[in-house]
């Protein structure tokens, strides 16, 4: 090997010494070699006999040189002793904020004083990472926070918040899809209630069977969130189910006082099946545990409305039965009315309001003195002031429950005549809705088909011929649709 070649070599060695070692041979190149030529240019002074002061003194002189150099080499060394130590600590401290790789790195083939300003400017720029991902979690947190507070406000129903949660949750942890499944009452089944980025008719409402050894019945069973495949959807041939729940499932159990209400699931999207982080687990687990709390709330809320809705459906039911001439109206304007909007195919909803509404829609007469409610006679013109309010009477005992809401509108306005000729509001033509047009005929031709104070009641061609003389009264087609209904003898349920 050539000279140069050792000389590269020893220059390499030498810089990827540590600092402790490089210190040494430092020092005692600049310590040792200026002690040497002052104990040489001694010796050659004292060899000529020229020596210009004591050899006592000097030889003080050397010795006080030597013992500082030594306190200089200790001290210093036990400085860098410190930094290296520190270095090393730090180290230890950076396997937690750091990737192995990069504790790796930053430790190969350099001193301390090096991995030290490295790991520093590491530290740094995971600090400046940092900062940035909170400053970007902060302004998400703000939108979060912005789109819950625009949902909150604008809800009609629990259904609502509930899907902005789901949407929100899987968004926030870059999930495929979100579902939520209720329990039913029997706690046998899940029924999957809301579903985020996959298309899902909640009318169909699947239902998931539970049973001993099923993966979701042990989400359930043992009350905590748990990341699991997708094997449990290896013997189904619902393809519903396959684009819901993927190979890799997060799921969190609605937990509200020890009780289980149903649970959130998230799916990877395909390709990924790395499994949900710990922090992942946690989080989804909390959110799923106030959800449980809305869930339960809501719960509470139906069971009062219900409970509200019975009193007072047995209020109008009362205020019918006082009513020799009137007992039952309801009821048949319930069937008229449900039959006429089974044969315009509308949707359960919309049924449901229709059945409700006829059954409260006298509802106001409560309010209207027996004296008037129960004349054998035609009303007087100011009797039939006081007559005309119980639809305004009806919509104000209904109108605080916000589940009843929906049914103002027709409770209101079920006198009202496409002319403008009725009562309280005096709206016409579009003004008047589908679902209040509907209520209205069947209102009518029960009124016609029942005998009242004033006079006998009429037969069906006479009803008929009624109704077809009310054109700018009634809608025409609904009562063509109600005519062709009872023509063909459909049950009225």
Same mark, same amino acid.
């Given at each position: 090997?050539?000279?140069?070649?050792?000389?590269?070599?020893?220059?390499?060695?030498?810089?990827?010494?540590?600092?402790?070692?490089?210190?040494?041979?430092?020092?005692?190149?600049?310590?040792? #070699?200026?002690?040497?030529?002052?104990?040489?240019?001694?010796?050659?002074?004292?060899?000529?006999? /020229?020596?210009?002061?004591?050899?006592?003194?000097?030889?003080?002189?050397?010795?006080?040189?030597?013992?500082?150099?030594? #306190?200089?080499?200790?001290?210093?060394?036990?400085?860098?002793?410190?930094?290296?130590?520190?270095?090393?600590? /730090?180290?230890?401290?950076?396997?937690?904020?750091?990737?192995?790789?990069?504790?790796?790195?930053?430790?190969?083939?350099?001193?301390?004083?090096?991995?030290?300003?490295?790991?520093?400017?590491?530290?740094?720029?995971?600090?400046?990472?940092?900062?940035?991902?909170?400053?970007?979690?902060?302004?998400?947190?703000?939108?979060?926070? !912005?789109?819950?507070?625009?949902?909150?406000?604008?809800?009609?129903? #629990?259904?609502?918040?509930?899907?902005?949660?789901?949407?929100?949750?899987?968004?926030?942890?870059?999930? =495929?899809?979100?579902?939520?499944?209720?329990?039913?009452?029997?706690? +046998?089944?899940?029924?999957?209630? +809301?579903?985020?980025?996959?298309?899902?008719?909640?009318?169909?409402?699947?239902?998931?069977?539970?049973?001993?050894?099923?993966?979701?019945?042990?989400?359930?069973?043992?009350?905590?969130?748990?990341?699991?495949?997708?094997?449990?959807?290896?013997?189904?041939? /619902?393809?519903?189910?396959?684009?819901?729940?993927?190979?890799?499932?997060?799921?969190?159990?609605?937990?509200?006082?020890?009780?289980?209400?149903?649970?959130?699931?998230?799916?990877?999207?395909?390709?990924?099946?790395?499994?949900? !982080?710990? $922090?992942?687990?946690?989080?989804?687990?909390?959110?799923?545990?106030?959800?449980?709390?809305?869930?339960?709330?809501?719960?509470?809320?139906?069971?009062?409305?219900?409970?509200?809705?019975?009193?007072? !459906?047995?209020?109008?039911?009362?205020?019918?039965?006082?009513?020799?001439?009137?007992?039952?109206?309801?009821?048949?304007?319930?069937?008229?009315?449900?039959?006429?909007?089974?044969?315009?195919?509308?949707?359960? $909803?919309?049924?449901? +309001?229709?059945?409700?509404?006829?059954?409260?829609?006298?509802?106001?007469?409560?309010?209207?003195?027996?004296?008037?409610?129960?004349?054998?006679?035609?009303?007087?013109?100011?009797?039939?002031?006081?007559?005309?309010?119980?639809?305004?009477?009806?919509? *104000?005992?209904?109108?605080?429950?916000?589940?009843?809401?929906?049914?103002?509108?027709?409770?209101?306005?079920?006198?009202?005549?496409?002319?403008? *000729?009725?009562?309280?509001?005096?709206?016409?033509?579009?003004?008047?809705?589908?679902?209040?047009?509907?209520?209205?005929?069947?209102?009518?031709?029960?009124?016609?088909?029942?005998?009242?104070?004033?006079?006998?009641?009429? *037969? =069906?061609? $006479?009803?008929?011929?009624?109704?077809?003389?009310?054109?700018?009264?009634?809608?025409?087609?609904?009562?063509?649709?109600?005519?062709?209904?009872?023509?063909?003898?459909?049950?009225? +349920?």
């Amino acid at each position: 090997m050539q000279k140069s070649d050792k000389k590269i070599i020893f220059l390499t060695s030498f810089e990827d010494a540590s600092i402790l070692r490089k210190f040494t041979i430092l020092f005692l190149i600049t310590s040792i #070699i200026p002690m040497g030529l002052l104990y040489y240019f001694y010796l050659e002074t004292t060899k000529h006999g /020229n020596i210009g002061i004591p050899v006592t003194n000097y030889t003080y002189t050397m010795v006080l040189m030597g013992l500082g150099v030594f #306190i200089g080499f200790i001290t210093i060394r036990s400085l860098l002793v410190k930094v290296i130590n520190i270095s090393k600590q /730090n180290s230890k401290a950076l396997e937690n904020l750091l990737s192995p790789e990069t504790i790796k790195e930053l430790n190969q083939g350099e001193n301390e004083i090096v991995v030290l300003s490295r790991s520093f400017s590491a530290v740094t720029q995971r600090l400046e990472e940092n900062v940035r991902s909170l400053e970007l979690a902060k302004k998400t947190l703000h939108a979060v926070m !912005s789109k819950v507070g625009h949902g909150i406000s604008n809800m009609e129903n #629990i259904d609502t918040f509930l899907a902005l949660i789901l949407e929100t949750l899987t968004n926030a942890l870059a999930a =495929k899809v979100g579902t939520l499944l209720l329990l039913n009452d029997k706690k +046998t089944e899940l029924i999957i209630h +809301t579903v985020y980025g996959a298309s899902y008719d909640p009318r169909k409402k699947i239902h998931l069977k539970l049973f001993d050894g099923y993966p979701l019945s042990k989400v359930l069973s043992e009350k905590k969130p748990m990341s699991i495949s997708g094997v449990f959807l290896q013997n189904t041939d /619902n393809p519903a189910l396959r684009e819901l729940f993927g190979e890799t499932l997060l799921c969190a159990p609605l937990v509200y006082h020890d009780r289980v209400s149903g649970m959130m699931t998230l799916s990877k999207p395909e390709g990924q099946k790395a499994s949900f !982080s710990e $922090e992942d687990l946690n989080m989804v687990f909390n959110l799923a545990t106030q959800t449980a709390v809305a869930v339960e709330n809501s719960k509470l809320n139906r069971d009062i409305e219900k409970t509200y809705f019975e009193t007072i !459906s047995a209020l109008a039911l009362a205020v019918d039965a006082k009513d020799k001439y009137s007992h039952g109206h309801l009821d048949r304007v319930a069937k008229h009315a449900l039959m006429i909007g089974r044969r315009l195919g509308l949707d359960e $909803e919309d049924l449901e +309001t229709l059945r409700d509404a006829a059954r409260l829609h006298d509802l106001g007469k409560i309010g209207i003195p027996d004296e008037i409610l129960k004349k054998d006679s035609m009303l007087n013109d100011e009797e039939w002031v006081i007559m005309r309010r119980h639809p305004e009477i009806g919509e *104000s005992i209904i109108k605080p429950v916000r589940s009843l809401q929906r049914l103002c509108d027709l409770i209101r306005h079920h006198h009202e005549k496409l002319d403008g *000729s009725g009562y309280p509001d005096g709206l016409k033509g579009d003004e008047i809705s589908p679902l209040v047009r509907i209520l209205s005929v069947a209102d009518v031709y029960d009124a016609l088909t029942t005998e009242r104070p004033y006079r006998a009641k009429k *037969s =069906k061609k $006479e009803a008929v011929s009624v109704l077809r003389s009310m054109k700018d009264h009634l809608d025409q087609d609904i009562v063509n649709i109600l005519l062709e209904g009872i023509d063909n003898q459909e049950e009225l +349920t």
